[in-house]
């Protein structure tokens, strides 16, 4: 789908653009006699067997077939025990327009340099905004910051000094494709690496995206066999910043004021926090109440004043826990 | 035009399997909504209806998808087939039954559809494993407004007059199955989600900010 501005050559004399959604015409014949591609769905379908199993592809669905096996490295990890973490990021294109619409609207109500223009001019202005020039900038940016977190993802160092990842330890399978990777997960901290590096590029990239952004993190974590569709469907469909799962163990979804706010606050080295956590996860799990564990929290607000504070601050004590048992983790080997 | 009468249904099921088609030989996804082609062989096989035009709409919040797992019988050969994983919908969490809106247009062949008491009917892919048994209940007549915006459903091109559309602006195509006979049939080009669409305001979801 292509986004264009019709009489683009009117650019300069009118500020009344058209804007209107164009797309590719691949000249689908009205019907088509079975076989379909099981694939794209668009196209008839010829019979393909491999390893006993008879598919029906059409020769362009065939030729990317053909094209190699991008998980190949992946494959390769064969550690006892060894979990990976799916990383997907993604550019909400929907969210992006109602981010540039709400931000230009907001620029032009309380900027300072709009402090003389009339209402009606500023009616004017809201409606004959035209977000385009600004999407395509903020899609290269986003491209900036996927790649400066490639760059920087190799940097990050432990206690030691020596990097937590390597070429070998975080993957990325897609030549050239930095919103997908794949990396060893040996203890929490790998995740908190990763989590503090995404959150930090976010800051310097999209400072007014921090709470409401287009731009999403999702990282699902489970033993290297686990089936790759339920990684994808929980990688598809980001719904906060910061998506993290651990398949039946946990599942989070924060922005990154509340990721920084939770960063802050759970220090995963305090024991004493550490076995109070523990023990309201071991509540949560006995009663499956959220209440017994708030009570809890409440009588121990002495103690573990962090807590109530991030119950105050909007997060709920499941986003406590669950951010808790996704980067509690340690190094094991 | 005329704005086109729709008879509204509400539909329930506990398991609902509306599949696309098997990927890699072990894995078939399922849609997330109810094209045309899978009401229309439904109210054929449970009302004796020909040519039914109706088209559905899964409520969000009401499902979500898991995975079941079987081994189909090659009944020729009388051994199990490989595994194959399938996606189905079933009711959310904190929900009861997986919900839908059933839109059927109004004509004479329809009219007894239009009655109080719920029907039971059949929709999607292994009905002999429990799947698809859908409670269907009448709700009432409308006539929706006319509207601008991204189609939310699938429905066959040929279709698109009937439903009450008047103009596609830009179309997002697919295919759906179009049976010519008991044992055979033809893909006929379909308009999917996303599609562009002047019609009934009921087919749309999220209106077109854009110039037309």
């Known amino acids: 789908m292509e986004r264009a501005y019709e009489k683009f050559h009117s650019l300069s004399s009118s500020r009344y653009l058209k ?45 990317i077939r053909q094209m190699g096996e991008p998980a190949r490295e992946y494959a390769g990890w064969e550690e006892k025990g060894l979990k990976a973490a799916w990383m997907k990021i993604a550019l909400d294109q929907e969210q992006l327009l109602k981010t540039i619409y709400g931000l230009y609207e ?34 290269k940016d986003y491209k900036l910051l996927l790649m400066a977190l490639k760059k920087n993802i190799y940097k990050i160092k432990d206690d030691k000094e020596k990097p937590i990842f ?165 190094r094991d080997s | 035009m005329k704005n086109k009468t729709f008879l509204h249904f509400e539909l329930k099921t506990r398991a609902l399997a509306i599949g696309e ?20 062989g439904s109210f054929r096989d449970h009302f004796g209806l020909e040519d039914v035009l109706a088209i559905g709409f899964l409520r969000e919040s009401t499902y979500q998808k898991d995975i079941f797992t079987y081994a189909p019988f090659d009944a020729f050969l009388g051994t199990a087939k490989l595994p194959i994983s399938l996606e189905y919908l079933k009711p959310a969490n904190g929900t009861k039954a997986v919900e839908a809106d059933i839109y059927v247009v109004k004509n004479e062949a329809v009219k007894l559809l239009a009655k109080d008491a719920p029907t039971e009917i059949s929709l999607g892919a292994l009905k002999s494993k429990g799947f698809g048994r859908c409670e269907l209940r009448y709700i009432g007549e409308i006539k929706p407004n006319l509207k601008v ?44 989600e996303g599609s562009i669409i002047e019609g009934p305001e009921i087919l749309i979801k999220g209106e077109y900010k854009y110039d037309s």
């Open chain 1, 19 to 63: 804007l209107y959604e164009k797309r590719a015409d691949l000249g689908l014949p009205s019907q088509i006699s079975p076989l379909l591609c099981d694939s794209c769905q668009m196209r008839l379908g010829k019979e393909r067997i491999k390893d006993q199993i008879r598919e029906y592809l059409c020769d362009t669905c065939y030729d």
């Open chain 1, 106 to 139: 907001e620029y032009v109500d309380t900027h300072p340099a709009m402090q003389n223009v009339s209402s009606d001019d500023k009616m004017v202005l809201k409606e004959s905004f035209r977000p385009l020039a600004v999407q395509i900038d903020f899609v």
């Open chain 1, 166 to 330: 390597t070429e070998e330890t975080f993957l990325y399978p897609i030549e050239n494709y930095y919103e997908f990777g794949i990396f060893k997960v040996y203890s929490g901290k790998d995740i908190l690496s990763v989590l503090d590096l995404f959150s930090n590029l976010l800051e310097e990239y999209f400072p007014q995206c921090l709470e409401d952004s287009p731009i999403k993190l999702s990282l699902s974590i489970a033993h290297v066999k686990y089936p790759y569709q339920e990684h994808w469907r929980f990688l598809s469909k980001p719904e906060n910043i910061i998506n993290i799962q651990s398949p039946r163990i946990a599942k989070l979804g924060i922005n990154v004021v509340q990721y920084k706010l939770l960063r802050e606050k759970i220090r995963r080295e305090d024991r004493k926090l550490s076995h109070f956590l523990h023990r309201l996860a071991d509540i949560e799990v006995e009663t499956k109440s959220n209440m017994t564990v708030m009570l809890e929290i409440l009588n121990n607000r002495k103690k573990f004043p962090a807590l109530l504070e991030l119950t105050q601050k909007g997060l709920s004590v499941r986003q406590i826990l669950d951010f808790y048992k996704l980067t509690r983790e340690e």
């Open chain 2, 21 to 40: 088609r098997i990927k890699g030989g072990t894995f078939r996804p399922c849609i997330e909504t109810i094209p045309t082609s899978t009401l229309k």
């Open chain 2, 149 to 192: 915006g991204y189609l939310k459903g699938r429905l066959l091109e040929d279709e698109c007059s009937a439903f009450g559309i008047i103009k596609v602006i830009k179309p997002c195509y697919g295919y759906l199955f179009y049976p010519t006979s008991e044992v055979s049939g033809v893909y006929k080009r379909a308009l999917f």
